[in-house]
């Protein structure tokens, strides 16, 4: 993938955050995911690729606009193809009442290195470099948190583990305390959650719990460029889901997926901060048609992550 590209996909993540950030704490959860899909969607006719999206908005009878199979980009006859993964705002409920940590963000690989992943939900897992290769979705919670910590070598007690508040995590979040390790709840947003767990000063050292599967490997493609480390199982919630993920080319629904089975060759990462968060400001909007936002861009081929702080003249940026 050309390195410039990861220049143009930004423009894509800054087009959403500022059409759904003048949703914030309005309350309409619709119209801030609404403003964010019709803005990406519109930012993708810039961007010189022969895309499809394989990780969206469901499929076509569910959402008229990056759903999965879409075809975005110039698709002119030098267009690299690209598979592309994206949620337009991830943190939906955090945009709609001003919490923290909404963004949007897209994963991009070459074609066929992401997994197809169906609609639904993922046990995950997710930790920084320092404890690669020690941790294992099929351990216990609390074998877990102490292999991060040895790795880390610093005491469980000083551990900041990630969860998901959710009534179904109410015995996973009980086993987490039980350790002695310091939790952070969070209402929303675990790919944001994910990405912190190997962002260093973040306060984040390891995730876990069940989230949703599409996420999984958007968090995976940003694992591999952070060098952290992630693995993922499918939950399904019904055999409908079971036989939608067989038609997926998904034949074990046990299967332990590792990070380089959800995302997988030279991968981009980039997000853009809708809300304050741990990783990223929100959008700023100023006096005289002025705003200003903040992105993270990550290319796993060379290791190499930008932040960029983009000052925009909305006066002069085309309607519609």
């Known amino acids: 993938m050309d390195r410039n590209l990861a220049l143009e996909f930004v423009r894509v993540t800054e087009a959403a955050a500022l059409a759904s950030a003048r949703w914030m704490g ?17 930012a993708f006719d810039s961007v010189r690729m022969d895309g499809t999206v394989v990780i969206g908005e469901g499929e076509r009878d569910e959402a008229p606009m990056l759903y999965i199979g ?12 690209l598979d592309i993964a ?7 409920t955090i945009c709609a009442t001003g919490g923290v940590g909404a963004i949007s963000v897209i994963a991009v690989a070459e074609k066929g290195k992401f997994l197809h992943a169906p609609d639904t939900y993922m046990d995950k897992i997710a930790c920084g470099p320092e404890a690669r290769g020690k941790i294992d979705i099929d351990k216990s919670a609390t074998e877990n948190i102490h292999a991060v910590a040895e790795a880390l070598r610093k005491p469980v007690s000083d551990l900041t583990v990630v969860i998901l508040n959710r009534p179904r995590h109410e015995s996973l979040i009980t ?5 002695g390790a310091r939790i952070h709840l969070i209402g929303d947003g675990d790919v944001s959650a994910a990405v912190a767990a190997a962002w260093p000063d973040s306060g984040i050292d390891l995730l876990i719990g069940v989230g949703g599967a599409p996420e999984g490997v958007i968090s995976a493609a940003a694992m591999q460029c952070l060098g952290g480390d992630f693995q993922g199982r499918l939950k399904f919630r019904n ?24 995302a997988t060759g030279s991968v981009m990462f980039i997000a853009t901060g809708v809300t304050d968060g741990a990783l ?7 006096a005289d048609g002025k705003a200003k936002t903040h992105s993270l861009v990550m290319r796993s081929a060379t290791g190499t992550i930008r932040t960029i702080e983009a000052h925009h003249d909305l006066t002069r940026k085309p309607k519609g």
């Open 26 to 42: 309005r309350g309409d959860e619709k119209a801030a995911d609404a403003a964010a899909v019709d803005a990406m969607r519109k």
């Open 70 to 81: 879409e075809k975005v980009g110039t698709k002119a006859e030098d267009a690299p193809p």
């Open 86 to 92: 994206l949620d337009p705002l991830e943190g939906t």
């Open 175 to 179: 086993e987490a305390r039980k350790t």
């Open 239 to 262: 055999e409908e889901e079971i036989e939608r993920a067989k038609r997926m080319g998904i034949a074990n629904p046990e299967k332990k997926f590792t990070m380089d089975e959800l």
């Open 280 to 286: 990223l400001k929100g959008v700023r909007f100023m």
